[in-house]
């Protein structure tokens, strides 16, 4: 009989249909079999993750090749679901970092930086005008943390997806990073992400609109060997904050 751990509670059925739980199985006669473990589980002296012949307790029936009962120990996987699929080779010492710890540790070191904002007018724009707003494209690429601890590797990534532009007067969301006004291509030209001022700022602190560009990043992350993978989904970085004038002149010239 193989025994997973050193004390076996199995049920009875007890009258009709009636079940109830008695322990331990060596004192009930016929010999109780216990559910064989899944394949490539424990071998025929010990229960580790890769083993190929389920021990048995020698006890007649079906033996180990060799002679001789298999040893009966306990379940080192604890009823750990990925150890009996055979990714774990047997239970972690207390204190180790679970897979969630390790999510955790890759997530909280992820690198989300502010970026810097750019806009054409660059010093001084103008009521009326079309106002082009864009980040630095050279830090628009995704950013990853890999973290190796317990047995297992977690690669966090955050990947920019998106920027909230708040511009004193108004707020807009625009998909990517922007792209900066071209002074070589037409004056009606269309840029991914633009803004019309209607108002000037004289009426602001210091004559200036606040702006800001706040970068949404979407978060997700790799666990190997086969453990998982998740998406944490958006999370917004730190602001970046820049002053803009905006006068009543009407212009179609450009200082920027």
Same mark, same amino acid.
Request: with cysteine; charged share 15%.
């Given at each position: 009989?193989?025994?997973?751990?050193?004390? &076996?509670?199995?049920?009875?059925?007890?009258?009709? $249909?009636?079940?109830? &739980?008695?322990?331990?199985?060596?004192?009930?006669?016929?010999?109780?079999?216990?559910?064989?473990?899944?394949?490539?589980? +424990?071998?025929?002296?010990?229960?580790?993750?890769? $083993?190929?012949?389920?021990?048995?307790?020698?006890?007649?029936?079906?033996?180990?090749?060799?002679?001789?009962?298999?040893?009966?120990?306990?379940?080192? +996987? *604890? $009823?750990?679901?990925?150890?009996?699929?055979?990714?774990?080779?047997?239970?972690?010492?207390?204190?180790?970092?679970?897979?969630?710890?390790?999510?955790?540790?890759?997530?909280?070191?992820?690198?989300?930086?502010?970026?810097?904002?750019?806009?054409?007018?660059?010093? =001084?724009? /103008?009521? $009326? &005008?079309?106002?082009?707003?864009?980040?630095? =494209?050279?830090?628009?690429?995704?950013?990853?943390?890999?973290?190796?601890?317990? *047995?297992?590797?977690?690669?966090?990534?955050?990947?920019?997806?998106?920027?909230?532009? %708040? &511009?004193?007067?108004?707020?807009?969301? +625009?998909?990517?990073?922007?792209?900066? /006004? %071209?002074?070589?291509?037409?004056?009606?030209?269309?840029?991914?992400?633009?803004?019309? /001022?209607?108002?000037?700022?004289?009426?602001?602190?210091? *004559?200036? /609109?606040?702006?800001?560009?706040?970068? %949404?990043?979407?978060?997700?992350?790799?666990?190997?060997?086969?453990?998982?993978?998740?998406?944490?989904?958006?999370?917004?970085?730190?602001?970046?904050?820049?002053?803009?004038?905006?006068?009543?002149?009407?212009?179609?010239?450009?200082?920027?």
């Amino acid at each position: 009989m193989l025994i997973r751990s050193s004390l &076996l509670i199995t049920a009875m059925t007890v009258g009709a $249909g009636a079940t109830g &739980l008695v322990a331990p199985a060596a004192a009930f006669a016929p010999r109780v079999t216990a559910p064989k473990p899944p394949p490539n589980h +424990c071998s025929t002296t010990t229960c580790t993750a890769g $083993g190929t012949i389920p021990g048995r307790d020698g006890s007649g029936g079906d033996t180990p090749s060799g002679g001789g009962g298999g040893t009966i120990v306990q379940d080192p +996987c *604890g $009823g750990d679901p990925q150890c009996v699929m055979g990714s774990v080779s047997g239970p972690q010492p207390a204190g180790t970092p679970t897979v969630a710890d390790v999510v955790q540790m890759a997530m909280d070191g992820l690198e989300r930086p502010v970026m810097k904002i750019q806009t054409s007018p660059r010093t =001084r724009s /103008y009521v $009326g &005008l079309r106002t082009f707003l864009w980040v630095d =494209r050279g830090q628009w690429t995704p950013k990853s943390n890999p973290v190796s601890a317990g *047995g297992h590797t977690v690669t966090g990534t955050s990947t920019p997806v998106e920027v909230v532009w %708040n &511009l004193g007067e108004k707020t807009i969301t +625009c998909t990517g990073p922007g792209t900066p /006004y %071209n002074p070589k291509r037409p004056e009606n030209q269309k840029g991914t992400c633009t803004h019309v /001022y209607q108002k000037s700022s004289a009426g602001q602190p210091g *004559g200036e /609109y606040q702006i800001s560009a706040t970068v %949404n990043w979407r978060v997700t992350w790799v666990c190997e060997p086969a453990c998982g993978s998740g998406d944490a989904g958006m999370v917004a970085g730190l602001s970046a904050v820049e002053q803009l004038p905006v006068g009543e002149i009407q212009t179609g010239s450009r200082s920027g």
